[in-house]
């Protein structure tokens, strides 16, 4: 796989900082140019938010796990696919076609493809719903010829993209223009902006379907349809909408992929350093020359740095005195999207459902919106399709709240401190079970004074603020409502004695994932039980604020292209263009990669891997 601390030679073509999706797509591809590349990986496993971990024989996903397009070919395959297949790599796969959703209206199978949803909407939804549903896939999946006749293989920072983009993939552009009409071709003008703006136009205002395409824009690009961009959406709308549609999962897990980029990147030529911590990016004559290690070593880039990292923590690897005042406050005006909380299990499958699915979905409440704090929970029971990802007769789950965990509750916590333990287990575990412990320790249950107002916002005053953890545990128990047992809350203080709840619901991911695995279920079963948070991404991917990326919304703001104000430094990953998810960060490595290439090159690769 990868030589911990070993680097060999100090010096390199291109240095890439990071190992994520984009950072390996990057220099899979420079390798296969022939340049000399190495990764430099701080953690001691490759992948990024995508690496996978196994402890006691179960193999966890930390990151995606929901995948499609692996098998696809040419110009209109997915970007991961197409790097994969330039380095003579493939990820065997099994397909399925739906996931199970639990939302306020009822649960049911959701099955892609154009018809199957049409079902679930008339009983779920209505038949208004059925109507808007068809005009809205009827609009746009004409729009996905457009949207996808540019590959993004094919595009590079520099006007050589000319050739081998414009002038190559014109006509088909073209084609597709004309095959959609003059109405269709007027839709796509659209695709850069808002996806919200193609759903007004079409004058759609039933409420769940309004809901539903909020909650698969925020899945997959971190924010609702406001903000997310049409060309995205068309995208995925078409990979999970048009006949003949399939989902796959890696038979052997989704490090899989990682592990089949790093083959391709080997095979090629191309290094990679595990446990190798980037300190500062090094600046010379206003140039990226390299990189200095946390040991103090110095590597050489003779062409370019490319970071991988967030925008937020490569601007922190930069010397103060280099950076472009504009470059910095813009990255620092930039909104981030939130973070996470996991739940991961290794159990036992007896009394398991045997047609348990891969994928469930949660929602808890539409009017609070998909993209509030613990309102959307996020399942997958890899082992359902990966059999070598859990011991025989076991399984392994992954839950998570997805780019929704507010880092603000979490800042300053020491990881070691009793108030980081039980704000973990506020935030995922069972309610009496975290009263227990508190009234135990402290005996301050029967001192407090409580008051719930119209508007849902709680006061407590303690008789001392000993936590703020504890304060809240207490302060829902003596009101013995079935609604306080299933929810949580966070606390704003005030003073040192009085504070704000805020109410939210509870038993989230704990929930969560009983109810997707059914009354046979049982916690004791559970053989492993790790809880992450906020703070274990930002320590573990070395994510500022551990963000699950820019906030970035589309008509208001665009990602940024991958150059920098600082020349040989170049950026790839969910912090640029095209954005955040698997598609959006392989092509922006892509996109890097190609950049720092002749158009020549480029264009033997188009041809060698036929788009």
């Known amino acids: 796989m990868g030589d911990k601390k070993h680097i060999g030679k100090l010096e390199a073509d291109v240095i890439v900082i990071g190992s994520g999706i984009a950072g390996l797509c990057c220099a899979g591809l420079l390798a296969r140019y022939q340049k000399d590349v190495i990764v430099l990986e701080s953690h001691d496993l490759p992948g990024g938010a995508a690496h996978s971990f196994q402890i006691k024989g179960y193999k966890f996903d930390s990151g995606p796990s929901l995948f499609s397009g692996f098998q696809s070919r040419g110009p209109q395959a997915n970007p ?37 949803f049409l079902k679930d909407l008339e009983k779920y939804a209505s038949l208004d719903a059925v109507r808007e549903w068809r005009k809205l896939l009827d609009a ?12 993004p293989l094919s595009i590079r920072g520099d006007l050589g993209v000319l050739s081998t983009a414009a002038a ?185 459902p045997e047609d348990l699915g891969i994928h469930h979905i949660v929602v808890n409440e539409w009017n609070r919106g998909v993209d509030a704090d613990q309102n959307v929970v996020l399942i997958s029971v890899p082992s359902v399709l990966s059999k070598d990802s859990a011991p025989p007769g076991k399984h392994v789950l992954h839950a998570y709240t997805p780019g929704t965990e507010p880092f603000g509750l979490w800042e300053g916590l020491d990881r070691k401190s009793s108030e980081y333990k039980a704000l973990k287990a506020e935030r995922s575990e069972n309610f009496k079970e975290i009263y227990s412990s508190a009234a135990r320790e402290t005996g301050l249950h029967s001192s407090l004074n409580f008051s719930v107002a119209n508007d849902g916002l709680y006061s407590v005053t303690p008789p001392c603020a000993s936590s703020i953890v504890l304060a809240a545990s207490f302060a829902f128990v003596p009101a013995e409502k079935t609604r306080v047992l299933v929810s949580t809350f966070y606390l704003l203080p005030s003073t040192f004695s009085n504070f704000q709840v805020l109410y939210l619901d509870f038993l989230v991911l704990w929930r969560a994932a009983e109810r997707a695995l059914g009354p046979g279920f049982k916690r004791e079963n559970c053989e492993v039980k790790l809880v992450g948070t906020p703070l274990t991404h930002k320590r573990f991917l070395r994510r500022n604020r551990g963000t699950y990326g820019p906030a970035i919304q589309a008509g208001k703001d665009a990602f940024p292209g991958h150059p920098t104000p600082i020349p040989q430094l170049f950026c790839c990953g969910d912090s640029t263009f095209p954005g955040i998810g698997v598609p959006a960060v392989a092509a922006s490595g892509a996109i890097v990669a190609n950049s720092l290439v002749s158009v020549s090159q480029h264009s033997e690769l188009l041809d060698a891997v036929g788009i």
């Open 80 to 116: 991961l696919a197409q790097v994969l297949d330039a380095l003579g790599e493939s990820v065997p796969c099994a397909s399925y076609d739906s996931w199970r959703v639990y939302i306020p209206e009822g649960e049911f199978l959701s099955r892609i493809g154009p018809t199957e």
């Open 140 to 151: 746009i999946l004409p729009l996905s010829a457009a949207a996808m006749a540019l590959p």
């Open 168 to 352: 190559r993939y014109t006509p088909s552009l073209l084609k597709s223009f004309i095959q959609m009409g003059p109405q269709g071709a007027l839709g796509a003008t659209k695709l850069l902006r808002p996806f919200s703006e193609i759903i007004d136009s079409l004058e759609l205002k039933d409420p769940f379907v309004r809901n539903w395409v909020d909650l698969l824009c925020f899945l997959l690009a971190g924010v609702k349809s406001n903000g997310a961009l049409s060309a995205e959406m068309v995208y995925m709308f078409a990979e999970w909408y048009k006949p003949g549609c399939t989902l796959e999962y890696p038979l052997h897990g989704s490090g899989s992929v990682v592990d089949a980029l790093v083959r391709g990147m080997q095979k090629f030529g191309g290094r990679l350093s595990l446990g190798t911590h980037v300190e500062k990016i090094v600046i010379e004559n206003g140039r990226a020359i390299g990189v200095t290690l946390r040991s103090g070593q110095f590597i050489r880039a003779k062409k370019a740095v490319v970071s991988n990292a967030s925008m937020w923590d490569t601007l922190n690897l930069l010397p103060k005195d280099a950076i472009p005042k504009s470059y910095q406050d813009r990255i620092e005006k930039t909104a981030q999207c939130e973070s996470f909380m996991h739940l991961h299990l290794g159990f036992d499958a007896e009394n398991i």
